[in-house]
């Protein structure tokens, strides 16, 4: 039998999605009124294009909230220190290193995790960051929205990785086309992936997962945090479902539903998947995480 505040903490997760949607929603008006006061009528009848601006805006005060609350969960992320989905003082895995692929880095909140320290790092994170990105020789930020490239730009230069850090300015499916930007990675070129809260909206993930997974070297990892499907109880993957009639128009074709995880476990022959959600996320959880690292 639950008790008075456990009924709260369920009542409190099952309504806070609806709550951060209509955080979403409360930057449409003023993106809608600020593309008319510039005249962008091509955006403003373009419902992809609107979608990336309101997304951006919307990101751009929620994303900081999203660092500030997973900061040091990510930093053990990159340094090999979590296993079973929660995060250990030594490292049971390598740390990130090499050639690196960021994955949808929107306007860079973790950029500054490659950086041996820029003009404007954190001074308590500063010896962490260090640790991290002593191996780094290369990281390529894959995004192809261009409306946060300035953001993003301006991140890498405050972190001091210009020339370590390259925006790739398309999708997954043509990081190997120099036709389609001014470079091209090779397939089985690649140290380590690096995904925070991104394969939620990437297209057509049963094709571009097992893409990415080509690229990595034999014995290259995959770090990330992403959210996935629930699969705790069916009343809970009902309603999460429910929830996804909205999620993605709000949240610029963010996925509630999907299996990235399934996905990622047949997108090739792994030599190690230490990934799980984490334990301190409860059982009514409706944006379930799952962390870790897979190793090829």
């Not at 005060?61 to 250990?88: C, F, H, K, Q, Y």
């Not at 790092?121 to 002593?134: K, Y």
């Not at 690649?190 to 690229?215: G, M, Q």
């Not at 993605?248 to 190690?272: E, I, V």
Request: one cysteine or more; proline letters at 8%.
């Amino acid at each position: 039998m639950l008790t008075l505040s456990e009924i709260s903490e369920v009542f409190w997760g099952l309504v806070g999605p609806w709550i951060f949607l209509s955080k979403s929603f409360y930057y449409l008006p003023p993106t809608i009124l600020g593309l008319i006061r510039s005249a962008d009528f091509a955006t403003l009848l373009s419902p992809s294009r609107l979608q990336d601006v309101w997304f951006s805006a919307f990101w751009a005060w929620w994303g900081p909230r999203i660092r500030a609350g997973n900061s040091d969960r990510m930093v053990a992320l990159l340094e090999g220190r979590v296993t079973g989905g929660s995060t250990v003082e030594d490292p049971v895995h390598p740390p990130v290193s090499g050639v690196v692929l960021e994955i949808g880095p929107g306007s860079g909140l973790w950029v500054s995790l490659f950086s041996k320290g820029g003009k404007k790092s954190e001074a308590s994170q500063g010896a962490v960051r260090r640790r991290i990105a002593e191996g780094v020789s290369k990281v390529y930020g894959v995004e192809p929205n261009t409306d946060v490239h300035p953001v993003l730009r301006e991140r890498v230069l405050e972190a001091g990785l210009d020339g370590t850090y390259e925006i790739v300015p398309t999708g997954i499916e043509s990081l190997s086309d120099p036709t389609a930007w001014n470079g091209k990675i090779e397939k089985g070129s690649v140290d380590c992936i690096v995904s925070i809260l991104c394969l939620c909206s990437i297209p057509e993930p049963e094709k571009n997962i097992p893409e990415l997974y080509s690229y990595l070297k034999k014995g290259g990892r995959w770090y990330l945090y992403e959210h996935v499907k629930a699969t705790h109880s069916w009343p809970i993957r009902l309603y999460q479902r429910f929830v996804n009639l909205v999620w993605p128009r709000a949240l610029n074709g963010c996925q509630l539903c999907r299996d990235t995880g399934k996905t990622l476990r047949s997108a090739g022959p792994w030599a190690d998947i230490d990934v799980s959600q984490p334990p301190i996320e409860p059982w009514y959880q409706i944006v379930p995480h799952i962390f870790g690292t897979f190793t090829k």
